[in-house]
């Protein structure tokens, strides 16, 4: 990868690669498409859609071959369903899904960015701005595929659906949402769907290949307020018990009793797929695991990443109580945001926050909830087909089948699909995760250009022959 990254320097130097290059290749049309400033907002009432209609203009004009030969309906206004219809009716359609919008840069640090983050500057080997990895670089990847298998005079077999959300940021209600009901509505079922989540990670748990984690399930999310109550008054005759040591009791029993680790569903899967390559000891210890459990979590435990794979996480976001020095508060009240793994629903959660915090007079209540989605099959043909497609850029590469611990689309898309797989074919290394919804995004031209390769190779062996 080093070299050819520094091949591509070389001749992006001697070429003037910016000018030359300029909407002419891929790396190009990915930055032009960089430059709308698509962004969800918290507060619908911030929403801008010109740049999203610009968008949908700018990819009609991109891919010429792709807007001549596939359907393209708008859904909620500002999501794209792309239909490619295959020669064999017969077959369940696939369905690719990526999204348009991307989150807004936070106020106060577009300064850091090294290349403005709407500016969709290619510089050093790497394609600068908001989108570039989460998810515009999807859209367009795909996209690109595609005209480039028409222009192959590829016909696929299998009909091919691409669904390009507007609003996965904020949940996906209308985009994907929509999206979705419509092609219920239609009774269409997919025989699987790829959406973003996961991504090919270097340097992971002292593995010396790459390993693509391939996103089988996505974790639930719950948020719960704690209140704790008291009498209040003057702070110079302070009774016991008051609100806010009350809460704090409960939220140092509840920061210090992790749920319980998870080695069925997709864990042990991960555990099992990576083990061949880890370290001697770590591979034992998995292997083993029917006897050496407890080590083995307490290992796995220590590292954030490997935790949240493991097992429903619990953290606590915001705190409030009290008003002033010298007044007893009457009331003190805690957010915890609970990440739920597959198998543990909301309401095992809820009782075990109740258990686990064991004091009555402390209120819980549910303020968000969602339970975790059904595990997707790694044994199956889709999945092997994925795994084909990414040993077409990275023949060593470990596949994975992993948890996704945020959320995507396809927590609506899964209704259409009887399996459901999240990963987008980007290599990431440590500091790369801090990019997605951070500063300076980017993604590497070399990643781009096998990404292309990722989407057209899964296209050959999934949709059919050419
Ligand atoms: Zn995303």
Redesign the pocket.
Known sequence: MIARRLVFLWVAGVMGFGQAAAAEGPVERLAGALRFETLSHEDPADFDAAPFLAMHDYLGAAFPRTHAALGRERVANYSLLYTWTGSDPSLPPILLTS?IDVVPVVPGTAEDWVHPPFGGVVADGFVWGRGAL??KVGVLATLEAVERLLSEGFVPERTVHLAFGHD??VGGPNGAGSITRLLAERGVQHWFSLD?GMAILEGTAGIDRPVAMVGVAEKGFLTLRLTARATGGHSSVPPPNGAIPRLARALVRLDETPLPARFGAVAGDLFDALAPYLPATQAFLIEQRWAFGPILEAVLSDDPAMNAMLRTTTALTILEGGVKANVLPTSATATANFRLVPGDSVDFVVEEVRRIIDDPDIEIEITTAREASTVSRSDSDAFAAIASAVRAIEPDIVVAPALVVGG?DTKHYGEVSDDSYRFTPFRLGGEDVGRIHGTNERVAVDDYGDMITFYESLLEGAAGKR
């Open positions: 999204h989460d998810d996965e940021e973003e995507t």
